[in-house]
């Protein structure tokens, strides 16, 4: 039984998301208060808090605002933990590592609010990762970040929130082709947890999506991509690990390479980002060959006088339109 009732819980974070949103600050409604409100237009029954995504770039902003939410009640924590697991070993760990979300809190310390949070990698990748301490949290929920760099509205009660393009395809990958249908949390079914979430969500529709609408997923100013895993919260998000970052763990259960091929994301990538930096430097030599041109054949117009010098603004009007047209 939640702590709250279903008004606390909306009434916090309205809010909560007020105060980010005023102090600029993206956020973007996630996990079961996103699917409450695309499926049902309200929280979902029995939800004993809210969730909503934000950049790690952001940390030190929202932090910042503490004495706001404290205006209204609530406090922040951002936490840390030792009850993570070792990976790929999943022994216990007694390290302390950031738990990868700031939790917010009511008057009675009671948490009522995550925000989550989320670092973009230059293979476009949002995952929930900390660089410093090298924990990857509930690796399922990684997305491209296609779906952040537009975001859209969903309404919850009468009250518009932002979110991810394309909610309902998050919410697919996230509880599976049935997430329409409402099931009690802590149903015990093959495959998905005790909230509903699919335990080896498939983020490979999410990537072949994007690319088809002509997402380049290649970010150079951010933190490289290393699969450099130290731990983990759970075996699940130790599987999905597995299966979508780092197959090669799983060698024994893979029955061929074309199979390795189909589920590795950074071999995937590794194609893709070759033929978009190909086709980039292509691009980049030819517009080069093309300014070198028009250069040249000023150059030899200024060194013309009497009538070349009006023909000179001929040609170079031919010129500019044939480098337009190159462009396109």
Same mark, same amino acid.
């Given at each position: ?165 394309? /909610? ?13 249908? /409402? ?63 780092? /197959? ?81």
């Amino acid at each position: 039984m939640s702590k709250f009732s279903p008004d606390e819980i909306y009434e916090s974070l309205c809010i909560c998301t007020d105060i980010l949103t005023d102090a600029s600050i993206p956020y973007f409604l996630s996990g079961g208060t996103l699917l409450g409100s695309v499926r049902e237009g309200d929280l979902i029954e029995g939800d004993t808090d809210w969730d909503v995504n934000c950049f790690s770039d952001d940390i030190g902003r929202i932090l910042s605002l503490k004495d706001k939410f404290a205006l209204h009640g609530f406090s922040l924590e951002y936490p840390s933990t030792s009850q993570g697991r070792q990976y790929p070993s999943l022994e216990k760990s007694n390290t302390e590592v950031n738990r990868g979300l700031i939790k917010v809190r009511d008057s009675k310390d009671r948490a009522i609010g995550d925000i989550f949070i989320y670092t973009l990698f230059r293979d476009g990748l949002m995952r929930r990762y900390d660089i410093e301490t090298k924990v990857y949290w509930n690796a399922k929920m990684t997305m491209p970040a296609w779906y952040y760099e537009e975001q859209t509205t969903v309404l919850l009660r009468n009250k518009k929130f932002t979110t991810f393009r394309h /909610p309902e395809m998050i919410l697919e990958k996230i509880y599976g082709e049935l997430w329409k249908v /409402p099931i009690s949390r802590h149903t015990e079914t093959k495959g998905y947890n005790f909230a509903g979430a699919h335990m080896d969500a498939n983020i490979e529709k999410l990537i072949d999506y994007a690319l088809f609408n002509g997402w380049e997923p290649y970010y150079k100013d951010e933190p490289k991509w290393n699969c450099d895993i130290k731990y983990t919260n759970s075996r699940v998000s130790a599987r999905w690990i597995n299966n979508h970052e780092h /197959p090669e763990m799983n060698y024994k259960s893979l029955p061929d390479l074309d199979s390795l091929n189909i589920s590795n994301l950074n071999l995937q990538y590794k194609t893709m980002l070759s033929k978009i930096k190909k086709a980039h430097s292509n691009e980049r030599e030819e517009l080069r060959n093309i300014i070198i041109n028009k250069n040249n054949r000023i150059r030899e117009l200024k060194k013309m006088g009497g009538l070349a010098y009006f023909r000179k603004y001929v040609i170079k009007k031919k010129i500019k339109s044939i480098v337009g047209a190159s462009k396109k």
